[in-house]
Each structure stands twice: as structure tokens, then as C-alpha cells.
């Protein structure tokens, strides 16, 4: 039952994610990849939002690593962060890496904090 929590959480987190890169990217012109960062920050928001919850077995398999796992990309954004150096933008590469770390843990942080005063 759990692998199918799980498929079913990637079912609707990876085409959310495909569509927010797109939406995103869309609305910027430039090199550095705002789609990519702003699923990793978001996934990594509602990660932390039910990491704090008392959430039962099924429903952290289903959204927290379904749907999260599949709502996020790091491993895009390594490939991302590696093309930015590779084709002479480090600066763009750095601030990708320093960004999406920070921002990531601090997403993560905000909503377990949010959920721990939700919960008391």
C-alpha cells in the first residue's frame, strides 16, 4: 500500500513541477534557473510543514515522499548549476548553489516552525 502512496503522490508532484518551471521560466528573462529554485523552495517548504505535523504513516508516503519528492529537483539543479559554470556564468552558478541552499533550509525551517505553532 505504501508504493502506491507513493506513485500516486509523484503522479500529481512531478507534472506540478514541470508546470510551475515552466510558468516560471517563462516570466524571467535570464540565465538563472527560477523555475528549478522555486519548486526546490516550495517542496522543501511543505517537507518541513509535514515533517512537524503528527502525520500518519500513509499520509507522509503519499506528500511528503511522493508528492515532495517529486515536486522537487535537486538533482536538476546540480545539472543546472554545473551548465551555468560550464558555459562561463559562475556567478550565476555561485549565487544558484548559495541561493537554493539557503533558501531551501530556511523554507524547511518556516514551515515546520508554522506547523509547531499550528500544533502547539
Same mark, same amino acid.
Not at 500529481?12 to 513541477?17: N, W
Not at 523555475?35 to 511543505?46: E, H, K, L
Not at 522537487?72 to 541561493?99: P, Q
Given at each position: 500500500?505504501? *508504493?502506491? %502512496? *507513493?506513485? %500516486? !503522490? #509523484? /503522479?500529481? !508532484?512531478?507534472?506540478?513541477?514541470?508546470?510551475?518551471?515552466?510558468?516560471? $521560466?517563462?516570466?524571467?528573462?535570464?540565465?538563472?534557473?527560477?523555475?528549478?529554485?522555486?519548486?526546490?523552495?516550495?517542496?522543501?517548504?511543505?517537507?518541513? %510543514? =509535514?515533517? /512537524?505535523?503528527?502525520?500518519? @504513516?500513509?499520509?507522509?508516503?503519499?506528500?511528503?515522499?511522493?508528492?515532495?519528492? /517529486?515536486?522537487?529537483?535537486?538533482?536538476?539543479?546540480?545539472? @543546472?548549476?554545473?551548465? =551555468?559554470? @560550464?558555459?562561463?556564468?559562475?556567478?550565476? #552558478?555561485?549565487?544558484?548553489? /548559495?541561493?537554493? *541552499?539557503? #533558501?531551501? %533550509?530556511?523554507?524547511?525551517?518556516? !514551515?515546520?516552525? *508554522?506547523? $509547531?505553532?499550528?500544533?502547539?
Amino acid at each position: 500500500m505504501t *508504493i502506491v %502512496l *507513493i506513485v %500516486l !503522490g #509523484a /503522479a500529481l !508532484g512531478a507534472p506540478l513541477r514541470y508546470l510551475t518551471d515552466r510558468a516560471v $521560466q517563462a516570466r524571467h528573462d535570464s540565465v538563472f534557473p527560477w523555475g528549478t529554485f522555486t519548486v526546490n523552495v516550495s517542496g522543501s517548504f511543505v517537507l518541513g %510543514l =509535514l515533517a /512537524a505535523l503528527p502525520a500518519h @504513516e500513509g499520509v507522509m508516503a503519499f506528500a511528503g515522499t511522493g508528492f515532495c519528492g /517529486a515536486l522537487s529537483t535537486y538533482s536538476t539543479f546540480g545539472y @543546472e548549476t554545473l551548465r =551555468l559554470a @560550464e558555459d562561463g556564468t559562475r556567478f550565476y #552558478a555561485v549565487a544558484n548553489a /548559495a541561493a537554493s *541552499i539557503v #533558501a531551501g %533550509l530556511g523554507a524547511a525551517y518556516c !514551515g515546520m516552525a *508554522i506547523a $509547531q505553532a499550528v500544533t502547539g
